[in-house]
Nanobody, 126 residues
Framework: DVQLVESGGGSVQAGGSLRLSCAAG????????MGWFRQRPGKDREALAV????????YYADSVKGRFTITRDKAKDLVYLQMNGLEPEDTGMYYC????????????????????WGQGTQVTVS
């Protein structure tokens, strides 16, 4: 089965940057759509960025548009979330998700029967 592993989280001062990575293992054909989500303390999980690898379609939440960028390194088989201009409100657990469907929004990734999720990586901004 597809297993997603996030990395790159940590502690950073406000205004700083982090780059999160998501490795999806062997089953590349099962992750045409990749996305990043986060869950902040006391809040619901929210979608941040989505990438449809087949056509490089992207989606960004308004809260991160212009600050965060989702990209894929095909050679390394990784999906990244570059986060710039981090704010204390960005503190939370960040998750990578994948599904083998077309996506131009987070919706396909939120179908529990079809999507795969990682364990998350913590980001703390102070």
């Amino acid at each position: 089965d597809v297993q997603l592993v996030e990395s790159g989280g940590g502690s950073v001062q406000a205004g700083g940057s982090l780059r999160l990575s998501c490795a999806a293992g062997r089953y590349t054909y099962k992750r045409n759509c990749m996305g990043w989500f986060r869950q902040r303390p006391g809040k619901d999980r929210e979608a941040l960025a989505v990438l449809w690898i087949g056509g490089a379609t992207t989606y960004y939440a308004d809260s991160v548009k212009g600050r965060f960028t989702i990209t894929r390194d095909k050679a390394k088989d990784l999906v990244y979330l570059q986060m710039n201009g981090l704010e204390p409100e960005d503190t939370g657990m960040y998750y990578c998700a994948a599904v083998s469907k077309y996506c131009s929004s987070p919706s396909p990734l939120l179908e529990p029967s079809d999507s795969t999720w990682g364990q998350g990586t913590q980001v703390t901004v102070s």
